[in-house]
């Protein structure tokens, strides 16, 4: 009896030392779950102008001055292009067994859909994918990163065209062909809702197009574009599935989806115009693209408030849009509060066009967790189950990925402290947290299938250029060396992993009582 009382206190006594240090364990998440990194081909590929490789748009618009904070360019980026064998070294001797990177549409068909398919191009993916198959990593592949060919800009103005629809139906088939055979993930795009608020609403990436109050830009309409380019983007992604599905899935056996910037928002104060407002943002940025491939339209609280500034789906479109996707990507980094402006004022040009909402990360004078290098991103891992949630019910538990989820160091492109980003104990508190808010959400039914970590290695950080690093591994620019992060080591440890001592004693379930994960 007495045995037993002390094994118990033992038992209790362990768990909350566990808990402090909130370990998370592989063998908390199914074998077959995947783990693995992400890139993205303007982010790490470099070697801009080899390979018969047209200019990108972000070619063309980091090349402007002043755009980029510390004036980078992806020109070189962290060479991947010449070090992809390194690279995928580096992820096998993290045990890894998947990763997502994206294909430039620039390297294999560089003017577009006029001309001929570059060769050059289709043997630098297809080297890529055999080396991560040799080592048993699962390519998972994103079609559309955020690059485009500038002449598809020049030409017809990209995704403000309907044109563009076939394009890139024509770019996925091409990918499809070349690739599938062993590829079986694909995401269609990367984080559209991102892509056109930042490029059409606010104007601050490529093509740069917005209107007052929302944005400071030579050309754009932030009342009218931003729709008319996410319809097309919509229409893009039906036109490449319904190819996919028609022609290459029964043989390939892959599945397609898209990936979506998901934030998580909770509303500011416990009032009904915040709860909605809330509810509203949700609908604006999760479920812009999302409803429409799933249901046939867009969100009804944007149809409330855009009436028929919300083009509208022709009887064709919608039966593009029934072959739907197979799965959602879910890229979350942080959670942020939600202030109405509908029903009380806000200050004119804060609230973010036309979703009459106001984020901001402050409650009463306290942050909604510990502030990130990046403006806006704070640590909130709870916010990883609550998203996951969001979409589990809005969608039916359609099968998801975390496709992205990581953590920004600040930096320069010479770093003087490279003792100190080596030494990333933030990374590591990140991740280990934000897991452990997944396991959560598996534990509560979600179809989670796999997570990737943001990103294998320093790279170019878009408008942020290289002052902030979201790599497992640092990388020098200057030399292009790349060295492994404690967060790198943490992973490798994470994955290849011993049961945690809890789990050797049979029947008990770490995470089976939330008690012993307050901060969940
Ligand atoms: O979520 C973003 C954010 C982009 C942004 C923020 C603020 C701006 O002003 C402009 C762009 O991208 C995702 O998260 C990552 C880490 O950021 C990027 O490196 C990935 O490429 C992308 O998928």
New binding site residues.
Partial sequence: MKGLAYCLVFLSLLSQLLAASHNIHRSQFPEDFLFGT?T?SV?VEGAYLEGNKSLTNWDVFSHIPGKIKGGGNPDVAADHYHRYLEDIELMHSMGVNTYRFSISWSRILPSGRFGQVNQAGIDFYSNLINELLNRGIQPFVTLN??DIPQELEDRYGAWLSPQIQQDFGYFAEVCFKAFGDRVKYWCTF??PN?MIK?GYI?G??PPGRCSQPSGDCPAGNSALEPYIAAHNVILSHATATNIYRKNYQAKQGGSIGI?I?AYWYEPLRNIPADISATERLLAFENAWFVDPIMFGDYPPEMRQILGSRLPIFSEEDRRKLGNKLDFIGI?H?STLYVQDCMFFPCKPGDSLGDTFALTTGERDGRSIGTLTP??MSYVVPQGMHRVVHYFQKRYNNTVMYIT?N?Y?QESSRDVSNKKDILNDKERVEYLKNYLASLYVAIRNGANVKGYFV??LID?F????GYT?R?GLHYVDFNTLERTPKLSARWYKEFLNGSPSPLQLIKGIDLFKSRRILPFL
């Fill in positions: 992400s993205s982010q990163h955020f990367n984080e991102l930042f606010i601050t990436i990936v910037s890229n980094y990046m403006p992205e990581g920004p943001w990103s790279n950080e878009w408008v942020f902030l979201f």
